[in-house]
């Protein structure tokens, strides 16, 4: 009787504490949520969370970063993302023009920090129920992948 005792105030406490916990979190949720705003609005402001602050986008398609971005996809992306349907993630197709150059590679490259703090990445992931894999690709291999995007957009 009295481990039974012991193990439900041992899960109040935690129930406490958890309930405790959860306000401080809600209010910073709140607080980044009123702070991208402005990016849930204009989704091509949204740089995203990661490594990449700033993309140069040539006029002209760099023909072999493309292809070599085209192998990387079919080779780590294709299991989850079809180009021009839903399937485990979004379409590819139309992925430029609806996303900033920064927030697509930061997303190939920091997924499992996207997801926690971008909120365009969380309202993806509470879209698809599935979070992106991070297949450790380099930021030279995620532009890559970047540039066969524009390949496909254009």
């Not at 990449?52 to 996809?73: C, P, Q, R, Y």
């Not at 989850?80 to 349907?85: E, W």
Request: glycine letters at 4%.
């Amino acid at each position: 009787m009295r481990k039974k005792t012991l193990v439900q105030f041992i899960l109040l406490g935690i129930l406490t504490y958890s309930c405790s916990s959860d306000a401080s979190l809600n209010k910073s949720n709140f607080e980044t949520k009123a702070l991208s705003t402005k990016t849930i609005n204009n989704p091509m402001q949204d740089k995203g969370i990661g490594p990449i602050t700033s993309v140069k986008i040539n006029t002209e398609i760099n023909k072999d970063l493309a292809i070599h971005g085209k192998t990387l996809f079919e080779t780590n992306c294709i299991a989850c993302h079809k180009l021009d349907k839903r399937f485990i993630g979004p379409a590819i197709t139309g992925i430029t023009k609806r996303r900033s150059p920064e927030w697509i590679m930061n997303m190939v490259l920091n997924p499992e920090q996207m997801v926690k703090e971008n909120q365009l990445a969380k309202q993806l992931l509470m879209e698809y129920m599935s979070p992106m894999a991070n297949q450790n690709l380099t930021e030279n291999e995620a532009r890559a992948v970047l540039e066969y995007f524009i390949e496909i957009d254009n």
